[in-house]
């Protein structure tokens, strides 16, 4: 098995969630209905699908369909159709074998999307997102196999192999320009499967749903009696037992994603070493971001953007997001006095709940 072959499992592991679901948003307007028949019309029309992709991520959908369709079964076909272009643990993916041979045509209509979106991102953060740091990640032990604890030599020598711009792609094939050079988009791709799958639902004539995988969300329209989908962004220093939200937001047709550090570190000799990896300089971040959600146009673009922050860090997030009014981002972060600072774009302000 390749270093990288668990990166889907393992991103859903070591990223703070954004804690809902749709059923968290049922308890909050649960006792607001004011008809009771509206009410029963509305629970009737509710359509409730569970289920697990990506290795062992597992996906909450929700939508409101008087004809309660139940498309589970074309949603795992298309959430395994997407894992046969973009999953690292899949040997004969797409992407596994761009990684093998370094060349391929694209033969599913996933990958040109995600490489379009990485790149754009990759751009405009000044590369401090870049789905080619895959072995940092591994050398930093933050992948699948023991950390080697890597002296500046071979963070220097791993550096040759951490660069997009050795990727070409255009709409038909991708190939490197460098040997050596591999993909591996588990800070973006999770986020890409929630739009197809909420594009999936979408072209079923349905406009009020919800989707979530792994932490990532969608909402379209409006839940029941006509409320907004709500949901909770979780304390990032809460221990696991007791996390709990600290901001509720109101949700509504955009895409939603949380990255963080505050759990996912290890210690060596007295030193913290954050999970978040800095693709250029090729060391752990340090700096007060404890987790940035951001609210995109696509979940996909939010996804690669919370993680770009992540290695930004508060003041230079801060001022990315004042020269970028099209996405809005929650910050929370270490104020420097051993208490927690939130900041909001102003586009959020308006859907923070009390």
Not at 220 to 236: A, M, N, T
Not at 283 to 306: G, N, Q
Request: with cysteine; aromatic share 12%.
């Amino acid at each position: 098995m390749s270093v990288r072959s668990k990166l889907w499992e393992h991103r859903s592991r070591i990223y703070p969630l954004v804690l809902v679901a749709a059923m968290f948003a049922v308890w909050w307007y649960r006792q607001e209905f004011p008809s009771e028949t509206q009410k029963a019309f509305d629970q009737r029309a509710l359509v409730t699908l569970t289920g697990t992709t990506f290795g062992t991520v597992t996906y909450n959908i929700q939508y409101l369909d008087p004809q309660q369709r139940n498309f589970k079964p074309q949603i795992d076909s298309v959430l395994q159709r997407f894992n046969e272009s973009l999953s690292t643990y899949l040997p004969n993916s797409e992407i596994s074998r761009f990684n093998q041979e370094g060349l391929i045509k694209f033969k599913l209509p996933f990958f040109y999307p995600v490489l379009e979106a990485s790149y754009q991102v990759y751009q405009q953060t000044d590369g401090a997102f870049d789905p080619t740091v895959g072995p940092l990640i591994d050398a930093w032990g933050f992948g699948p196999e023991a950390p080697v604890y890597p002296d500046s030599s071979l963070v220097d020598s791993l550096l040759q192999f951490v660069s997009f711009d050795s990727v070409f792609f255009d709409s038909e094939s991708v190939c490197r320009l460098q040997e050596g050079i591999e993909l591996s988009f588990s800070a973006i791709a999770k986020g890409q499967g929630v739009d197809v799958v909420a594009d999936f639902v979408r072209k079923q004539g349905i406009q009020n749903l919800f989707v979530e995988i792994g932490g990532e969300i969608v909402a379209s329209g409006l839940f029941i009696q006509e409320k907004p989908w709500v949901i909770g962004i979780e304390d990032p220093t809460a221990e696991l037992e007791n996390r709990r939200p600290v901001v509720r937001v109101k949700l509504q047709d955009r895409g939603v994603a949380t990255s963080g550090n505050y759990r996912n570190f290890y210690e060596r000799d007295g030193k913290r070493y954050a999970h978040t990896l800095d693709p250029n300089s090729g060391y752990p971040v340090e700096h007060s971001l404890l987790s940035a959600t951001v609210f995109a146009e696509t979940c996909m673009l939010a996804d690669a953007y919370a993680t770009a922050f992540m290695v930004m860090g508060t003041e230079p997030t801060k001022s990315f997001l004042q020269r970028h009014p099209e996405l809005d981002a929650i910050l929370i972060y270490d104020d420097g006095k051993n208490a927690l600072s939130t900041y909001y774009t102003d586009g959020i302000r308006s859907a923070v709940l009390e």
